[in-house]
């Protein structure tokens, strides 16, 4: 069956989201995407479409769970199903119309597989890689239980198999135990049978038993009254010694109590509030006084300040003012430099102008007189540009001289070249001896080739031993497959280890016969049993003796004496007999177990003689096909050797053949490379002398071709030249023309420059170039000063003149009388002021603020005071009283009455508490009843005879136990009725226990009969293919599995390619997982031989592998897609260009 489309219509996170699966000879399909994409929910889907939605979903977290479905498209066999799989207690299967199908339409398609199966045989994610990787380690020793466990995907068969022999030993087994539930029941059932035979009593000394315990019962009730009677008297006497004091000092409590019942009652705390009170009212005056100074002197304090407002108010323009002071402070000494650099600069000015020749004229005038900027640049343009037009025009005579020069050389040259023509014929000839190489060693390497196939062949040859045939024979050979040799091998081998185990079994068995017979032996010196067989041949000895008298063979005074010893004979070991009737049953039960155990000896020897008769027909059959084939005497297994030694000689030999027929034609293409090279030499008109060898001839043929192509490429060359000499001649003789015109036209455009400039027009470049420089010098300097008088001589004087008129107003504005003294000096008065203003209010706010804090000081003392006269006012209003001194006196009144109540709840309560629940006034009628001098006397005599009593009681009830425990000891009906309840539970449990022996030990059995028979069918074929697959998945890391068949059990393990075998133990994490993964693989495409297919999910796998095990891996899937249609899940986007490298660009790729 495959999966043409799946719809998940609602179900998940998914709505009507449809994939399609195409059909392709390798049925592979990838679904990729991130975490939480739904590629779990797309595999959960596939398992409830196909098998039905659980009844409690975790998918229901989006649609609810009644509306989840699921839709498909599947086929098998040519046949087609579309259908819908909903959330339903019934009928849940349904066409895409939602008509109802049965439900067992699926049936055809899904075969004989259910929900776990498909689940574990169909289905593989990265967890379970690992749980069956760490699987096949734990059961590494047993190979059947590695192959069961990997095929059916299931994991720990060896933990349970251990479990259950460990629960079968803890059950039952040969030799007793005192841990085994079987013989725990079994002590349990020989103690409950005594116990029953000793429950046995007789009448009359049970009615003695009886009585007995009556009388001591009935005299432990007496002295039991007149115990409760001493009881009751102590306790009254007890209870009046102990709450007379109390009752005593209540009563003078409350005496006291009424000679104060005019006393207020005030607080518990009320003298604490009076002394704080007091306190605070003395601390609360003195600081009143103090507080009420600090705040006069304070107020004087702030008096005595003088503060200075108007110069406070311009604070911000005084701090300026002395601000730009400090900045303008250089000004006149700068306006002095600046004045003295001009003074400078028209001396330079001067001496240039009469080195131009220039009178001494004014600034105005010179600068009139200066040429224009458009004048001066185009002076200077001119005068750089004469070099170059004097270098270009030598430059241009020179070319057309020597390129006239050139084209008459060139012209010679091409007349004394010589012409030379090369055939096609040549070229080809040439072309297809360079194909050819190294003809000589090609032919050294092929003759090599040839020599070292045959030294190869020989050795195969030799490899055959004594069965060597030619490699024509060999290939005549009707040989049987490797499979089938490789099952003939493993049968006999399967059949070698059963006969090592088959005798390990036996010698075991015998030890045990051995030992049963030397524990019967014991048994019998240590105990001397009587068995049945004894007593009865003593009785036949009696039975006898008397016959003889009865007969009259013998006479009575001959046989009397002879009976009466034989009859007490028998009598003493039938008695005998049934006193150790233990031992006899526990010898009996030996020798039972003895004769199972030579029975046992007797079927394993047997079964060792028939496997013997197997191994010995398998090894004459196995003779038959040999010598039938002309191997006789070849061993098998030694069979498959030879075997692959033959396909090694014939592949060898035909390695061979080929070596022979590539020499030959090598040497034939060769000679018809000569002579054809040779042939065109000759066409060519070249005398090639004596030489006769392919290189020669292709060296020769090569200088030949370099010599005609170099003089063709050289007159090429000259023509070329030549006819670029003479076109460049014709140019240069017109560029020299052009340089001849150049130097008329600057000479014209120098003059009138030179006017312009009013400049002498005869003079030189270079004195040109001196008065442009001077009087670009002049015009500099000129602006120069231009810029000092107006930027910074200007500039500063009118900053100068700014602040006198600044000082001068702020100072009429303070009312300062400053206006006779500099700019400078009114700015650092008024700077003065302001420090000495600010200061006085630094002062004033200083003192402002001492006189705050004294005055809130002082309005707290005030309050303080109020507060301590409210304390004492409500105290002196509950006590009537208006003097601090009076409320004194009340306040102790009152604290000696609230004491005296304290006193006398307490006093109450302590006699209440040791009156035993009684009230007060019944306490008091007790104490009034009796003489408290004669009290201790009373309670001596009383507790004297309770102290006889208590020894009384404890006689009696001494007696009364031993006699209940005399009853106890003959009473038989309980004590029978428990032994038997004991003996049969004790039943119950050796039944329970024989029971769950048997399920338990026969459950071990079967699984074990369930791995070696899965072993036995599966092991050549699954191993064969797991091995190929597990090479590939290791790329090559190992070749092959093979099987250690002299393991007992046998082993599984993996060979590299150096030959070296690896346990699986001894394999690394991912090697396992590598291992149990291609057993899967190998398991499936087994089954898949006899079964219906169905999709195969496969849910990242390769999250750990790198991208060289990743395509390995995605190859073996590849092959087990064209058995059956498989699905690759993953979340890692990089697999999908290792699956497009095994699958080809054409793969269904799907993106979540």
């Known amino acids: 069956m495959r999966l043409h489309r799946l719809e998940l219509i609602k179900y998940g996170k998914f709505t009507d989201r449809a994939i399609d699966f195409p059909a392709s000879r390798r049925d592979f399909h990838l679904i990729i995407g991130p975490n939480e994409a739904g590629k779990s929910t797309l595999r959960s889907s596939i398992l409830d479409l196909l098998f039905g939605i659980p009844t409690r979903s975790p998918l229901a977290f989006i649609h609810p769970l009644n509306e989840l479905r699921l839709g498909a498209l599947i086929g098998h066999a040519g046949d087609a199903l579309a259908f819908h799989r909903a959330k339903a207690a019934r009928q849940t299967l349904r066409t895409p119309a939602d008509a109802v199908l049965p439900d067992a339409a699926l049936a055809s398609y899904l075969g004989a597989a259910d929900r776990h199966f498909f689940d574990q045989m169909f289905g593989l994610d990265h967890a379970r890689l690992v749980a069956g990787g760490n699987s096949i380690l734990n059961a590494e ?30 059950l039952w087994a040969p030799r007793k135990a005192a841990d085994r539930a079987y013989y725990i029941a079994a002590d349990l059932l020989d103690k409950a049978n005594a116990a029953l035979k000793e429950s046995t009593v007789r009448t009359k000394v049970w009615t003695e038993a009886h009585a007995r315990l009556e009388a001591a019962a009935d005299a432990l009730g007496q002295v039991g009254d007149q115990l409760r009677e001493l009881d009751i008297a102590r306790t009254r006497l007890e209870r009046i010694r102990r709450t007379a004091p109390f009752l005593r000092a209540v009563r003078d409590i409350e005496a006291q109590l009424a000679a104060l019942a005019h006393a207020a009652d005030l607080p518990e705390d009320a003298a604490v509030i009076a002394a704080q009170a007091e306190r605070d009212l003395a601390t609360a005056t003195q600081l009143l006084e103090l507080r009420s100074d600090d705040v006069h002197q304070a107020k004087q304090a702030l008096a005595a300040v003088e503060r200075d407002d108007k110069a406070l108010g311009c604070a911000e323009e005084i701090v300026a003012l002395d601000t730009l002071r400090t900045r303008l402070s250089n000004h006149e000494r700068d306006i002095g430099r600046r004045q ?54 030598r430059t241009a005579e020179q070319a057309e001289q020597a390129k006239e020069a050139e084209v008459t050389r060139l012209s010679e040259e091409l007349g004394n070249l010589p012409g030379v023509e090369i055939t096609p014929a040549l070229h080809a000839a040439l072309a297809d001896a360079r194909a050819l190489g190294d003809t000589e060693f090609a032919l050294q390497k092929q003759r090599r080739a040839l020599a070292k196939a045959t030294s190869a062949l020989d050795a195969a040859l030799a490899g055959l031993g004594q069965w060597r045939k030619s490699p024509t024979e060999l290939a005549a050979m009707a040989v049987p497959g490797q499979q089938t040799i490789a099952r003939r091998v493993h049968e006999r081998q399967t059949l070698a280890a059963e006969r090592r185990s088959l005798g390990k079994r036996i010698d075991e068995q015998q030890a045990h016969v051995a030992q049963l017979e030397l524990d019967i032996t014991q048994f019998h010196e240590l105990h001397q049993p009587v068995t049945q067989l004894d007593v009865a041949g003593a009785r036949a000895e009696r039975d006898a003796s008397w016959h003889a008298l009865k007969t009259g063979t013998n006479s009575l005074a001959q046989g009397a004496q002879q009976f009466e010893t034989l009859l007490s004979q028998a ?104 002579q054809a090279l040779a042939q065109a030499l000759c066409d060519a008109g070249f005398d090639r002398g004596g030489s006769s060898s392919v290189a020669a001839l292709r060296l020769e043929a090569e200088q030949w071709i370099q010599a ?53 027009p005869q003079s030189a470049i270079g004195t040109v170039e001196g008065a442009l420089e001077l009087i670009t010098q002049i015009g500099d300097k000129l602006d120069k000063v231009h810029q000092i008088r107006t930027e910074r001589i200007d500039t500063m004087t009118v900053e100068l003149r700014q602040f006198e008129d600044t000082a001068r107003h ?118 009034d009843a009796v003489d408290l001098s004669q009290l201790p006397a009373e309670l001596v005599q009383t507790t004297s005879a309770h102290a006889e009593a208590v020894q009384r009681k404890a006689t009696l009830t001494a007696e009364y136990d031993k006699a209940s425990s005399a009853l106890a000891a003959i009473g038989g009906s309980d004590a029978a009725a428990r032994a038997e309840a004991m003996r049969q539970e004790a039943l119950a449990q050796m039944a329970d226990a024989t029971e769950r022996y048997v399920k338990v030990f026969t459950a071990g059995r079967l699984l074990r009969w369930s791995i070696d028979r899965y072993r036995e069918e599966k092991q050549g074929p699954m191993l064969s293919r797991a091995g190929a697959i597990f090479s590939g998945l290791t790329q090559g890391a190992y070749q092959r599995l093979v099987v250690d068949f002299d393991a007992q059990p046998m ?45 195969f999910i496969a ?13 390995a891996g995605f190859e073996a899937l590849a092959s087990l897609s064209e058995k059956t249609q498989v699905i690759y899940l993953s979340h890692h986007d990089h697999l999908t260009e290792s699956v497009r490298k095994v699958f080809g660009e054409q793969v269904s790729i799907t993106r979540l």
């Open 810 to 927: 702020l100072a009429a504005r303070l009312g300062e009388q400053l206006s006779a003294l500099p700019a400078v000096d009114i700015a650092q008065a008024l700077a003065e002021r302001l420090a000495h203003a600010q200061q006085d209010h630094t002062e004033a706010a200083r003192r402002q603020a001492a006189l705050e804090s004294a005055t809130a000081q002082r309005n707290a003392a005030q309050e303080m005071l109020q507060a301590a006269n409210a304390s004492l006012k409500p105290l002196m209003t509950r006590a009537g009283v208006d003097d601090p001194a009076a409320l004194a006196e009340a306040i102790a009144r009152s604290d000696t009455r609230r004491r005296l109540l304290r006193e006398l709840d307490q006093a109450k309560a302590q006699a209440l508490d040791g009156g035993d629940g009684l009230t007060r006034e019944q306490l008091e009628q007790e104490i």
């Open 571 to 674: 009598d003493a070991l039938a008695d005998r007999r049934l006193d150790n009737v233990e031992a006899a049953t526990e010898l009996q039960t030996l020798q039972h177990q003895l004769q199972h155990a030579r029975l046992g000896v007797a079927e394993l020897t047997g079964q060792l003689v028939r496997l013997d008769e197997q191994i010995r027909a398998g090894d004459a059959q196995w003779e038959t096909i040999a010598a039938a084939m002309g191997l006789s005497g070849l061993a098998l297994d030694d069979a498959a050797d030879w075997m692959i030694q033959r396909d090694k000689v014939l592949a060898t030999a035909a390695s061979c053949r080929d070596a022979q027929e590539d020499f030959a034609q090598l040497e034939r293409t060769v000679d018809a490379a000569r």
């Open 340 to 393: 003295e650099e001009v003074v400078a600069l028209f001396k330079e000015i001067r001496a240039a102008c009469r080195q131009l020749g220039w009178d001494d004229e004014s600034e105005e005038t010179l600068r009139e007189r200066l040429p224009s900027l458009l004048t001066r640049r185009e002076l200077g343009r001119l005068s750089r540009a004469r070099s170059g037009l004097a270098q270009a025009l």
């Open 141 to 170: 020793n047993d190979i059947g239980q590695v192959l069961f466990q990997s095929a059916a995907g299931v994991a720990s068969l060896g933990k349970i198999r251990d479990a259950l022999l460990a629960e079968a030993e803890k």
């Open 1099 to 1111: 849910d990242d796998l390769f999250i750990n592998y790198d991208d060289g095990r990743a395509m």
């Open 1051 to 1095: 082993t599984l393990e993996g060979q590299r390619a150096d030959g070296k075998l690896v346990g699986i133990g001894g394999m690394s994490d991912g090697t396992r997982d590598q291992l149990y993964l291609a057993l899967r693989l190998a398991a499936l495409e087994l089954h898949l031989e006899q079964a219906t297919p169905l999709p």
């Open 708 to 760: 005609a192509d170099a003089a063709t490429v050289k007159r090429e060359a000259t023509t070329a030249q030549l006819n670029a000499a003479q076109t460049m001649a014709v140019t240069l003789q017109q560029a020299t023309a052009a340089a001849h015109a150049d130097i008329a036209q600057w000479q014209q455009e120098w003059s009138a420059a030179l006017s312009a400039a009013t400049l002498d």
